[in-house]
């Protein structure tokens, strides 16, 4: 069974640039995470979704991103525009939503903003 | 406020030997604990976890302890590895609410040949 896929895994963009981040979860998980993993850190969560709905986006900078999941499938984080902060590694995560689930990652994607 | 705390980023550890790797947490209201390993270039990857309701769990060589009067859970490697040299990080999740996990900073393990 393929596990969580995310594209790119590595961009490279200047700064006040757009980018987009690529998730697709690992088939039949309704939750859908997207964490931000800063230098050194552990993994924050940044929107969590059930099927297509996003059911907490607290944390999401929401000036400057935004993320959705159509189809309550694949999903698509953009940042727009991006600032030299926003260097940092973006994780998909998948959960099959039923209870204390465990949460499968993907690689993520590594973003440096020049 | 860091309610996950990995106050050691550091481990080594030599090949055989038992390593121990340590979590502390402040929220009383997390009720399922996790522990994820890392590579270089890759997402985290789940290795094992414990509910609250237990106190130990066992999977082939990890054990996690979890002491809740402590809120302290640690990890046991028997025996280590050259490839379980990896970061290790604690997550806790409260089944309700955010039911988003909290992670800790995470402890680089290196086990020497």
């Known amino acids: 069974e393929a596990g969580v896929v995310q594209s790119p895994r590595y961009k490279i963009i200047e700064k006040k640039q757009p980018v987009a981040f690529w998730c697709n979860p690992i088939s039949g998980h309704n939750t859908l995470y997207w964490y931000l993993q800063n230098l050194g850190q552990g993994p924050e969560l940044l929107i969590r979704?059930?099927?297509?709905?996003?059911?907490?986006d607290s944390q999401l900078p929401k000036d400057r991103f935004s993320a959705e999941r159509l189809k309550g499938v694949d999903s698509t984080l953009k940042i727009q525009p991006a600032e030299l902060g926003d260097s940092a590694v973006y994780l998909c995560?998948?959960?099959?939503?039923?209870?204390?689930?465990?949460?499968?990652f993907g690689p993520g994607t590594r973003l440096l903003v020049l | 406020d860091q309610q996950v705390k990995q106050n050691s980023p550091s481990l080594s550890v030599q090949e055989g030997r038992i390593s121990i790797l340590n979590c502390d947490y402040t929220?009383?209201?997390?009720?399922?604990f996790l522990w994820y390993k890392k590579y270089p270039a890759e997402g985290p990857t789940f290795l094992i976890s414990?509910?609250?309701?237990?106190d130990k769990n066992e999977d082939g060589r990890f054990t996690v302890f979890l002491n809740k009067s402590a809120k302290h859970l640690s990890l046991h490697i028997v025996p280590s590895q050259p490839g379980d040299s990896a970061v290790y990080f604690c997550?806790?999740?409260?089944?309700?609410?955010?039911?988003?996990?909290?992670f800790g900073s995470g402890t680089r393990l290196q086990v020497q040949p």
């Open positions: 979704y059930e099927n297509e709905e996003a059911v907490d």
């Open positions: 929220n009383s209201m997390f009720d399922y």
């Open positions: 997550a806790a999740l409260k089944d309700t609410g955010r039911r988003a996990l909290t």
């Open positions: 414990i509910s609250s309701i237990k």
């Open positions: 995560a998948s959960s099959s939503g039923q209870g204390k689930e465990t949460q499968y």
